[in-house]
Each structure stands twice: as C-alpha cells, then as structure tokens.
C-alpha cells in the first residue's frame, strides 16, 4: 500500500445535500478500514461538522483541513477550486491519495476524480448565444482539466449508469467506474412503515431557481384534493418568498428542516415526486423516501433509471399528472415494502464494499 492517509476535496460543506452525504460516507468507510483521512474544505457548516462527528467514531483518524480563502472566491466553488489548484494542489497530491470529491465543478488535481452529473456540458451545447457565453469560462477551465483527465488516464467515478454513458458520450472517458452513493436509513423510523398514511405527496429539495419547484404549483392547481409538501434548505431566499407568495392552498413549505423533521414528514406521505425539470445523476434523496416506503415520481431520465420502477417515471408534466393519481391508488404496505427493497440494494455496506474495491486498484 503506497498511500496511508487520503484526502477527501469538497469545497462547499455548508448544506447536507447528497453529494455532502457521499463524502462524509467516504470519509467513514475509510476511517474504519484504518486509513487517516483529510477532508479539504473552504466553507463547513456546524451542521456539517456535526453531522460529521456523529457518523466517524474513530476521531483520532479524521481531520477537517479548512483553506481560507477571500470570501468572492467561496461564491464559486469552481473559482475556488481554480485558486486552490493554483496554490496548493500539487503539494497535496504528492503528500496524500487524493480524491475529488466533485470534478463537475472543482478543477482539482486528483489521483481519483468523483463526477455527479454533466449538467454543465447540456447548458453548453443546447443553450442559445448568450446561454454560451455565460457558461463560457466555467466550460473553458472544466474543459482544460477534463482532457488532461483523460489523456493522463486518471480513474474517474460515476454515481450511475447514466452518468457513465454521459462521460464517455462529452469527453470520452474511457477509465470509468461506477460508484453509486449510499442511502442510509434512520432506523428510528423504520416503525412508521406500516403507518396510516395520508394522500400527500412529497419533495425534499434546496429552495433554489434550478430545482423546478414551480412545476409541483402547477400539479397542485390541478390535484386540489392531493397535499404537496415541499421541504428542505433555503439556498435561495428571494426564490423561497417568491414560492411562498405564490403557492396554492394544497401546498406546504417547510424550510431549513431538521433530520427528525425530514423523517417525520416522509413518514406520512404516499408518494416522492421529483419535480426537477434538469438530469439528476443519482437522487440520493428519492431513494431516502423510498426507504421510507414512498412511491417515487420522477423524470423518465439520468441515474433514477438505476432504481425507479418504469409505471413511476413520466416523460412531462401531463403524465406526472396520471402517474401521481394511480400512485397514490397503488400505495399499501405491501408496494412500500418493495420500495424499501429496491431502496436496500443501495446501502452503506454496499457503498462501502464498491469504493475499497475500486481503491484496491490504485492505492
């Protein structure tokens, strides 16, 4: 083993989001297989570390290596990214096994680079003129590192099947392994499977312009007798007023939830919707209410494909219509049992097994 200690790289750990969720994951199977782990960070929340410290026992094992940089650079994960790289990245490599946390977004040199989605590359290649040009300097720099990526022949990892076909289809990348994210259950909810259950519908999700949360206004408009909850972290809090100013009466917002509070609403729906008009990599958070014996409504496209039954994927807004209305017929305890099964295949120990069997290679 060349490599004792390995550096994790997420710039932005500020709200619990999946890809947060994958690192801290990460971070704790490394721990517990013995190895020193770093986790390179520029902004960290309380909730983070928190979350952190609760899920890593070993602490002597762990450290949080935070980089200082102007406040201006942590507005852009990929201009901070680009400045550490400029600073200190090489060192880094030289000194640990290096892993990328988010390659999408973070230019950084890396012995291992973890992509989530190409979101990116469709904005570039099917916006209009001015679309382009706004995107231009973020595709330029990404373009630059993702060809030396795959000239280099760096092992990069995917969180689906999906993901896997898009980075060969942009960029060609050819050292490519699947690495689907971890979906850990709060076991102190597992009773509530079995539960009475009302006709509502849920989306957890940060309150921001790119997650397509209007779209769930106009299910609502035209599912009166169907509740829709929309929860999760305000990102964006002219968006979240806005949404509020404007949502009909069968929608309820919760902002900034808690775990327990997340879990405690997920207990008494029937369905997840997924109203995102974007590619979603993976959906850690599908499968959390799947867990949780949701049916999932989704988008026909990207990582969902790994897990979301076909009857449950629509292809527009009219379908999601027809699918949520036979959904919420479908829901009993027997099809929320299933979901948990499907949901189960994506486990820890299974995320755990995958990522030290693809470390073996290269460490």
């Given at each position: 083993m060349r490599y004792n200690s390995i550096a994790l790289i997420l710039f932005n750990l500020n709200a619990l989001g999946g890809i947060q969720r994958t690192t801290i994951y990460a971070a704790?199977?490394?721990?517990?297989?013995?190895?020193?782990?770093?986790?390179?960070?520029?902004?960290?929340?309380?909730?983070?570390?928190?979350?952190?410290?609760?899920?890593?026992?070993?602490?002597?094992?762990?450290?949080?290596l935070k980089i200082s940089l102007p406040l201006m650079f942590n507005q852009s994960p990929t201009m901070t990214a680009y400045i550490y790289k400029l600073l200190n990245a090489d060192a880094l490599v030289k000194k640990y096994f290096v892993i990328n946390m988010h390659g999408d977004i973070q230019p950084v040199n890396?012995?291992?680079?973890?992509?989530?989605q190409f979101n990116v590359d469709y904005h570039f290649y099917s916006g209009d003129l001015m679309q382009r040009?706004?995107?231009?300097?973020?595709?330029?720099?990404?373009e630059k590192y993702i060809v030396r990526l795959r000239d280099n022949q760096v092992p990069i990892l995917v969180n689906s099947r999906w993901t896997f076909?898009?980075?060969?289809?942009?960029?060609?990348?050819?050292?490519?392994?699947?690495?689907?994210?971890?979906?850990?259950?709060?076991?102190?909810?597992?009773?509530?499977?079995?539960?009475?259950?009302?006709?509502?519908?849920?989306?957890?999700?940060?309150?921001?312009?790119?997650?397509g949360l209007e779209y769930i206004y106009n299910l609502a408009?035209?599912?009166?007798?169907?509740?829709?909850?929309?929860?999760?972290?305000?990102?964006?809090?002219?968006?979240f007023l806005y949404l509020a100013s404007k949502k009909p009466r069968n929608v309820l917002l919760y902002p900034?939830?808690?775990?327990?509070e997340k879990y405690n609403?997920?207990?008494?729906?029937?369905?997840?919707?997924?109203?995102?008009?974007?590619?979603?990599?993976f959906g850690i958070a599908i499968l959390e209410g799947m867990l949780m014996g949701?049916?999932?409504?989704?988008?026909?496209?990207?990582?969902?494909?790994?897990?979301?039954?076909?009857?449950?994927?629509?292809?527009?807004?009219?379908?999601?219509?027809?699918?949520?209305?036979?959904?919420?017929?479908?829901?009993?305890?027997k099809v929320a049992f299933r979901m948990r099964e499907i949901a189960g295949a994506f486990s820890y120990d299974k995320y755990k097994q995958n990522l030290l069997k693809i470390l073996e290679k290269y460490l």
């Open positions: 704790k199977a490394l721990v517990e297989e013995g190895y020193k782990v770093n986790i390179v960070t520029s902004s960290i929340s309380r909730h983070i570390y928190q979350a952190i410290y609760e899920n890593i026992s070993d602490k002597e094992k762990l450290r949080i890396a012995h291992l680079v973890y992509f989530h040009i706004k995107i231009m300097p973020l595709y330029l720099i990404r076909v898009e980075a060969q289809k942009f960029w060609n990348l050819k050292n490519v392994h699947i690495l689907h994210p971890p979906v850990v259950m709060n076991k102190p909810y597992v009773s509530t499977m079995w539960s009475e259950r009302d006709d509502a519908v849920i989306t957890i999700s940060r309150f921001s312009p790119d997650r408009e035209e599912l009166p007798w169907v509740k829709f909850i929309i929860a999760g972290y305000v990102q964006d809090r002219d968006y900034n939830i808690t775990e327990e609403l997920l207990s008494k729906a029937k369905l997840y919707l997924n109203s995102t008009p974007y590619i979603e990599g949701l049916i999932p409504v989704t988008n026909n496209k990207g990582g969902v494909l790994d897990f979301v039954p076909i009857q449950y994927r629509f292809n527009d807004f009219k379908e999601a219509k027809e699918i949520i209305i036979n959904a919420l017929k479908d829901w009993n305890p």
